[in-house]
């Protein structure tokens, strides 16, 4: 399946001023930028528009602000992007209104504002009308590069693209073709590594692969409610509990299925969710009462290794564990490092999956590390993501 939307590579941009949807929900900490893979991500899609002759205005949410809220201001993001670019990235004092038109309308070829946060504006996950009109009287051209936002429908991903002649940036681009390459036409035999805590959003891409992986692979929090569900004591440990009859759905898929849902057989537990906590391995998968599961065990991470190695594609999300803490961290680092050592295709998404392969130094060893989390996991599960929907077919875009 190719691309079929309108990609900013024909946009006709010189001298005009574009609206770019990027994706800067980065990290802050003491009001600094703490990675800034995000913004880098961005950047062949800003450095085109510039090279073209475009005034580049750049809109973000970042957080979850309920209104204005100075700690998520986009100022330190300006500032770093205005680093690696090396020129000055101007600030604007909000999202929408007189003030910034005023400005936008100074910029000449090449030159950048950053728009304030984005969910500044209550209007914007609402997808208001009214916000959206106030984002396109800001420019002429609408790109969106903000693959990470690409399954919201908010007035800065699907609003203002109806109201501006609207292109897919390179990011966008690269990643929608990437994964859904992955997701239509994967070489096999296609194997999937799924875990982290955010059970409930990975559901559905079990389901989904269960018909096309030959090997599902479960760790993290994520074994828990199956494991509650087989009726396996699971003491303390981290269990979505809304998650669990949805897993015993799954076990009886999947005794019906071609493919293999494979669960850890030994894990590694701890007392509480903490580096100093008392640990222990164990054989089996019983948690006693006064211990939580934190890492998968030895025995499980080989077997799941093997199994990566064997794979023509490796799909993964989610880590094996609590690898945030140095004791936890090895049942995932076993599984990001067969994985980076593997010889078939390997793509990788999430959140905290991506922190860990940066963690361990192996980020660049995959085919394609994906910059969304809930975006790709919705993308593979074979649903349209209206951020993309949202923007004009390739043929549409010819014609204007
Ligand atoms: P991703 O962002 O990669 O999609 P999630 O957000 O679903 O992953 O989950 C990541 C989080 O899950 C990490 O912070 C990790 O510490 C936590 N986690 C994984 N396994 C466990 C576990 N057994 N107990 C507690 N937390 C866990
Ligand atoms: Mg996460």
Same mark, same amino acid.
């Given at each position: 399946?190719?691309?079929?939307?309108?990609?900013?590579?024909?946009?006709?941009?010189?001298?005009?001023?574009?609206?770019?949807?990027?994706?800067?929900?980065?990290?802050?900490?003491?009001?600094?930028?703490?990675?800034?893979?995000?913004?880098?991500?961005?950047?062949?899609?800003?450095?085109?528009?510039?090279?073209?002759?475009?005034?580049?205005?750049?809109?973000?949410?970042?957080?979850?602000?309920?209104?204005?809220?100075?700690?998520?201001?986009?100022?330190?993001?300006?500032?770093?992007?205005?680093?690696?670019?090396?020129?000055?990235?101007?600030?604007?004092?909000?999202?929408?209104?007189?003030?910034?038109?005023?400005?936008?309308?100074?910029?000449?070829?090449?030159?950048?504002?950053?728009?304030?946060?984005?969910?500044?504006?209550?209007?914007?996950?609402?997808?208001?009308?009214?916000?959206?009109?106030?984002?396109?009287?800001?420019?002429?051209?609408?790109?969106?590069?903000?693959?990470?936002?690409?399954?919201?429908?908010?007035?800065?991903?699907?609003?203002?693209?109806?109201?501006?002649?609207?292109?897919?940036?390179?990011?966008?681009?690269?990643?929608?073709?990437?994964?859904?390459?992955?997701?239509?036409?994967?070489?096999?035999?296609?194997?999937?590594?799924?875990?982290?805590?955010?059970?409930?959003?990975?559901?559905?891409?079990?389901?989904?692969?269960?018909?096309?992986?030959?090997?599902?692979?479960?760790?993290?929090?994520?074994?828990?409610?199956?494991?509650?569900?087989?009726?396996?004591?699971?003491?303390?440990?981290?269990?979505?509990?809304?998650?669990?009859?949805?897993?015993?759905?799954?076990?009886?898929?999947?005794?019906?299925?071609?493919?293999?849902?494979?669960?850890?057989?030994?894990?590694?537990? #701890? $007392?509480?969710? +903490? %580096?100093?906590? &008392?640990?222990?391995?164990?054989? /089996?998968?019983?948690?006693?009462? =006064?211990? *939580? @599961?934190?890492?998968?065990? #030895? $025995?499980?991470? +080989? %077997?799941?290794? &093997?199994?990566?190695?064997?794979? /023509?594609?490796?799909?993964?999300? =989610?880590? *094996? @564990?609590?690898?945030?803490?140095?004791?936890?961290? +090895?049942?995932?680092?076993?599984?990001?490092?067969?994985?980076?050592?593997?010889?078939?295709?390997?793509?990788? @998404?999430?959140?905290?999956?991506?922190?860990?392969?940066?963690?361990?130094?192996?980020?660049?060893?995959?085919?394609?590390?994906?910059?969304?989390?809930?975006?790709?996991?919705?993308?593979?599960?074979?649903?349209?993501?209206?951020?993309?929907?949202?923007?004009?077919?390739?043929?549409?875009?010819?014609?204007?």
């Amino acid at each position: 399946m190719s691309f079929v939307k309108a990609s900013v590579r024909d946009a006709e941009v010189e001298g005009r001023r574009v609206l770019d949807r990027v994706d800067f929900n980065v990290p802050l900490e003491r009001g600094r930028v703490v990675d800034d893979s995000r913004i880098r991500a961005a950047l062949p899609t800003i450095d085109l528009l510039r090279d073209r002759g475009a005034g580049v205005i750049l809109v973000s949410h970042l957080g979850r602000p309920e209104g204005p809220d100075p700690e998520l201001s986009m100022k330190p993001v300006a500032v770093r992007l205005g680093e690696l670019l090396g020129t000055e990235v101007r600030m604007a004092p909000a999202v929408v209104g007189p003030e910034v038109e005023a400005i936008a309308e100074e910029l000449g070829p090449g030159d950048l504002l950053m728009l304030e946060n984005s969910r500044f504006e209550p209007g914007e996950t609402a997808d208001d009308p009214e916000l959206a009109a106030g984002l396109a009287r800001l420019a002429d051209v609408y790109v969106n590069d903000a693959f990470g936002a690409a399954h919201r429908a908010h007035a800065t991903t699907t609003g203002v693209a109806r109201l501006l002649p609207a292109y897919a940036g390179l990011l966008l681009e690269r990643e929608v073709t990437e994964l859904a390459a992955v997701r239509d036409d994967p070489t096999r035999p296609l194997r999937l590594v799924l875990g982290g805590a955010k059970v409930k959003d990975k559901i559905g891409v079990i389901q989904r692969f269960l018909e096309v992986a030959d090997r599902i692979m479960i760790g993290g929090a994520m074994a828990y409610s199956f494991f509650k569900w087989r009726g396996t004591p699971v003491g303390n440990s981290l269990v979505d509990d809304e998650s669990v009859e949805a897993a015993g759905r799954i076990l009886d898929q999947s005794a019906r299925s071609a493919s293999e849902l494979m669960l850890p057989v030994d894990l590694v537990l #701890g $007392r509480e969710l +903490a %580096a100093e906590t &008392e640990r222990r391995e164990v054989q /089996g998968v019983e948690v006693p009462d =006064g211990w *939580m @599961g934190l890492d998968i065990g #030895g $025995r499980t991470a +080989a %077997a799941y290794a &093997e199994a990566i190695r064997e794979a /023509g594609t490796v799909l993964w999300n =989610g880590p *094996m @564990g609590a690898f945030e803490l140095p004791p936890f961290a +090895a049942g995932t680092r076993a599984i990001a490092e067969a994985i980076a050592e593997a010889p078939g295709t390997t793509v990788a @998404g999430g959140g905290d999956s991506v922190a860990a392969l940066d963690q361990f130094g192996l980020t660049d060893r995959l085919d394609w590390v994906s910059t969304g989390g809930g975006a790709s996991l919705e993308l593979l599960e074979g649903r349209d993501l209206p951020g993309v929907e949202a923007l004009q077919d390739r043929q549409a875009a010819g014609s204007r």
